[in-house]
């Protein structure tokens, strides 16, 4: 008789699951890469800085790992309250991950001589002073280096960064193209602490989909009120009901303004400037669902809002209870 075969134990290496906060200054790519990590347009991204408002979790989960992703705002110099908001919101949402990745966008570099002569800016260094402390590790994350066409140029500038800390690792990635991010995947894995998944892994946020919807507002707002007026905007979804027969969500809000001045900016010559916003919005927000959306927007003035904590509670902006990151 022929003995068994001794069988092997499985080699499959343990599940891992934990935190992962988005650091770094507005407009460095913080917004993109939580999509591009998750691979769904979760947090809305705009060219202008801080369009992130509060913190989002977008949830990266595989059969091995899953990795919660802490979108935060950008941390900046703050004056008015809401700015105070953003910035608070951004080191709490930091606070008691597993790993932090710094985040610092690759300058626009032409020659040699301007690759060696980059050095780090003032907004940077306070960025990264702010998460230093911290008790997780902190990679570096040098984001959008697909806008340099000679990624040598980029050797003298990592170096210099490099040096700011002692960062758990470097990485050059471009969220638009996919360069790097095999690389980053591997490292955030690699912090990921052993432990059963935390979330449904097919949940991909911890926000509802009212809150989606709002943020879709926002998003449009950006993209069509100019320079200045997206900042004293604000959204609120007064309701949110999903119609079966056809399948199809209607989708009430309200475009929250500073001062009276500013409600005829936002309507638009015979109101085609909140036409437009609302159907970039509705076509968005239908994407990401996958169904039809009805979006009715409403315009109202909310005195000051961003400098009134009071107000900011009711529109939204509020320190969670007890503190919940
Ligand atoms: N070329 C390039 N642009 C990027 C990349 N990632 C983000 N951006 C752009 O940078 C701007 C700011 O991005 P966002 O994600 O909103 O930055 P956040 O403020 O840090 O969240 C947007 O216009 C993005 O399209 C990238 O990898 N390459
Ligand atoms: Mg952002």
Same mark, same amino acid.
């Given at each position: =008789?022929?003995?068994?075969?001794?069988?092997?134990?499985?080699?499959?290496?343990?599940?891992?699951?934990?935190?992962?906060?988005?650091?770094?200054?507005?407009?460095?790519?913080?917004?993109?890469?939580?999509?591009?990590?998750?691979?769904?347009?979760?947090?809305?991204?705009?060219?202008?800085?801080?369009?992130?408002?509060?913190?989002?979790?977008?949830?990266?989960?595989?059969?091995?790992?899953?990795?919660?992703?802490?979108?935060?705002?950008?941390?900046?110099?703050?004056?008015?309250?809401?700015?105070?908001?953003?910035?608070?919101?951004?080191?709490?949402?930091?606070?008691?991950?597993?790993?932090?990745?710094?985040?610092?966008?690759?300058?626009?570099?032409?020659?040699?001589?301007?690759?060696?002569?980059?050095?780090?800016?003032?907004?940077?260094?306070?960025?990264?002073?702010?998460?230093?402390?911290?008790?997780?590790?902190?990679?570096?994350?040098?984001?959008?280096?697909?806008?340099?066409?000679?990624?040598?140029?980029?050797?003298?500038?990592?170096?210099?960064?490099?040096?700011?800390?002692?960062?758990?690792?470097?990485?050059?990635?471009?969220?638009?193209?996919?360069?790097?991010?095999?690389?980053?995947?591997?490292?955030?894995?690699?912090?990921?602490?052993?432990?059963?998944?935390?979330?449904?892994?097919?949940?991909?946020?911890?926000?509802?989909?009212?809150?989606?919807?709002?943020?879709?507002?926002?998003?449009?707002?950006?993209?069509?009120?100019?320079?200045?007026?997206?900042?004293?905007?604000?959204?609120?979804?007064?309701?949110?009901?999903?119609?079966?027969?056809?399948?199809?969500?209607?989708?009430?809000?309200?475009?929250?303004?500073?001062?009276?001045?500013?409600?005829?900016?936002?309507?638009?010559?015979?109101?085609?400037?909140?036409?437009?916003?609302?159907?970039?919005?509705?076509?968005?927000?239908?994407?990401?669902?996958?169904?039809?959306?009805?979006?009715?927007?409403?315009?109202?003035?909310?005195?000051?809002?961003?400098?009134?904590?009071?107000? =900011?509670?009711?529109?939204?902006?509020?320190?969670?209870?007890?503190?919940?990151?």
């Amino acid at each position: =008789m022929v003995a068994p075969l001794p069988t092997t134990p499985e080699t499959k290496s343990p599940h891992r699951a934990g935190y992962v906060a988005l650091c770094g200054r507005p407009n460095v790519g913080k917004s993109t890469l939580l999509n591009a990590l998750v691979g769904a347009e979760l947090a809305i991204a705009s060219s202008q800085p801080q369009t992130t408002r509060q913190r989002l979790l977008g949830m990266w989960s595989t059969d091995e790992i899953q990795a919660i992703l802490v979108d935060t705002p950008g941390i900046h110099r703050a004056r008015s309250a809401l700015n105070r908001y953003m910035v608070d919101e951004a080191v709490r949402g930091a606070s008691d991950v597993d790993l932090v990745l710094f985040l610092a966008e690759a300058p626009v570099l032409e020659d040699q001589t301007t690759a060696e002569a980059w050095t780090p800016g003032e907004g940077a260094l306070a960025a990264l002073e702010a998460v230093a402390g911290l008790r997780a590790p902190i990679a570096l994350v040098i984001t959008k280096v697909d806008r340099i066409a000679e990624r040598s140029l980029l050797l003298p500038v990592i170096a210099k960064l490099a040096r700011l800390h002692d960062f758990a690792a470097v990485l050059p990635v471009a969220a638009t193209t996919g360069e790097g991010m095999e690389a980053l995947r591997a490292e955030i894995t690699r912090h990921l602490p052993e432990g059963p998944a935390l979330y449904d892994p097919e949940q991909l946020s911890d926000r509802d989909l009212r809150w989606h919807a709002g943020e879709r507002v926002r998003e449009a707002i950006f993209r069509f009120l100019g320079e200045e007026l997206p900042y004293s905007c604000a959204v609120t979804v007064e309701s949110y009901r999903e119609q079966q027969r056809p399948p199809k969500d209607i989708v009430r809000a309200t475009v929250h303004v500073e001062r009276e001045s500013q409600k005829p900016m936002v309507i638009g010559k015979g109101g085609q400037t909140i036409r437009k916003i609302s159907s970039t919005a509705r076509e968005a927000f239908a994407a990401f669902t996958g169904r039809a959306c009805d979006l009715f927007l409403t315009v109202k003035v909310t005195r000051n809002w961003t400098r009134e904590p009071e107000l =900011m509670k009711k529109l939204g902006y509020h320190q969670p209870v007890g503190g919940d990151s």
